[in-house]
Structure formats: structure tokens, C-alpha cells
């Protein structure tokens, strides 16, 4: 009997997507389970992720294993083929460090900069500019972080190659961009144009409308506040 290997995620989630793309990298054939996260969550959910009640949540043999970042790891120590971390302890570390950068500092300021207030717009535009500038320098003229093949930092980049681009096209804003930064730019482009990346990321014809009308919402109940 095979192994059981579930993805509970959403459809426009980055987080859920990483999840999705390293089981793909890994070969690893899993059923995927969209939860509605703005409507009832389901049983299954709550019982797999009870402290968080968010996806991701992968599910391998009845056991669920729950933060996106944690997922990513376990499914690397599990499934040894075509590892997405380097071997070398220091790779490996400056890997991870990169993979905190992106989540703790570049993600959540370039997002905070598409949804941020016409007057503090600027500040935090400038931030996340920062914030971009560094994370290019760790591209170092490779194709990918991970070299000439998608790596762990590459899926956490996702984040910011992909979902930040369609959110800034939105908001007509100018942050990650082929004249401001043409190699991350050009990662991006073909991070988004790799095969297996392209067969996990959400349609951009249907992400589009999905965050257009996440930013209505937002700036509809910022009015009424």
C-alpha cells in the first residue's frame, strides 16, 4: 500500500503553493485539498492545524505537519531525491538565511507597501526597494538562488517573484521591475516560466481578479474605520 501524502491548501495561497511545488520537485504524487479560508474551514483542518486553523497543512501517513516553512524542511529530510538544499552545512546555513530574509523582512514589506496608505506609502516603498536591492545581490549572476535548478530559496522567493508582481500591477506601483532590478526580474521571469513551477502556480488570468477585489474589500472597510 502506498504512502498517504495530502496537501490541505488554498487555491491563491503562497504558502500553500510552496508546499505543492516541493512535492513536485520531489516526485512525490499527493492529493490536494482546496479549503475555503474566507468561508467555513473544514473539520479536517481544524482537527490537522487546531492552534492555527490556517493551510498549509500537509498530511504524510495520519500525521499533519503545519507551517509552510516546517513543511518545506520535513519534506526535504523525508523524500531524499532531488534535494532543493545544498549539502554543504554552509550553503545549507546561508540558504536558511536567505529563506528568513525573504519571509521576515522582503514578503511582508513589499506587501505592506501595495496595501499601505497614500501617505505612508512612500516610506515603505523605499523599505521594500531596500529590501529588494539585497535580496538581488544574493542571486550573484546564478539563474536561480539554488544554481542552475530551483531550490528552497527559490520556492520561498515565489512569494515576491510571483504574487507581489500581479498585487503591484493592480495598484500601479513600480517595485520589482526589469530597470530597478533586472536580475531578480529576469529570476522571476523565469522562475514563473519553469515547467514544474508553472504547473503548481495559480492562473494569473484568475489571480488577478481574486486580489483585485481583496484590495476593494480592504480599502472598502478602511472607509468605513
Not at 2 to 9: A, T, Y
Not at 75 to 101: C, G, H, M, S, V
Request: hydrophobic share 40%; proline share 5%; with cysteine.
Amino acid at each position: 500500500m502506498g504512502e498517504e501524502v495530502k496537501v490541505f491548501g488554498y487555491w491563491a495561497s503562497p504558502y500553500s503553493y510552496r508546499a505543492e511545488l516541493a512535492l513536485k520537485l520531489k516526485g512525490v504524487s499527493y492529493e490536494y485539498i482546496n479549503e475555503e479560508i474566507f468561508g467555513n474551514k473544514s473539520d479536517l483542518l481544524l482537527k490537522y492545524n487546531p492552534i492555527h486553523k490556517k493551510v498549509p497543512v500537509l498530511l504524510h501517513n495520519g500525521k499533519p505537519i503545519v507551517e509552510s516553512l516546517v513543511i518545506l524542511e520535513y519534506i526535504e529530510e523525508t523524500w531524499k531525491q532531488n534535494p532543493y538544499l545544498p549539502q554543504d552545512p554552509y550553503d545549507k546555513a546561508t540558504a536558511r538565511f536567505w529563506i528568513k530574509f525573504i519571509d521576515e523582512k522582503c514578503f511582508p514589506t513589499l506587501w505592506l507597501a501595495a496595501w499601505s496608505a497614500e501617505n505612508e506609502r512612500e516610506k515603505v516603498t523605499n523599505e521594500a526597494c531596500e529590501y529588494l536591492k539585497t535580496l538581488e545581490s544574493a542571486l550573484n549572476g546564478k539563474k536561480f538562488f539554488g544554481g542552475e535548478t530551483i531550490g528552497m530559496v527559490d520556492i520561498v522567493a515565489s512569494s515576491v517573484g510571483y504574487f507581489i508582481r500581479v498585487t503591484q500591477e493592480i495598484m500601479g506601483l513600480n517595485l520589482l521591475s526589469a530597470d530597478k532590478f533586472p536580475q531578480l526580474f529576469q529570476w522571476s521571469e523565469d522562475f514563473a516560466n519553469c515547467s514544474i513551477a508553472k504547473e503548481s502556480l495559480p492562473p494569473r488570468d484568475k489571480l488577478l481578479p481574486f486580489v483585485k477585489g481583496l484590495i476593494a474589500k480592504y480599502q472598502q472597510d478602511n472607509a468605513k474605520a
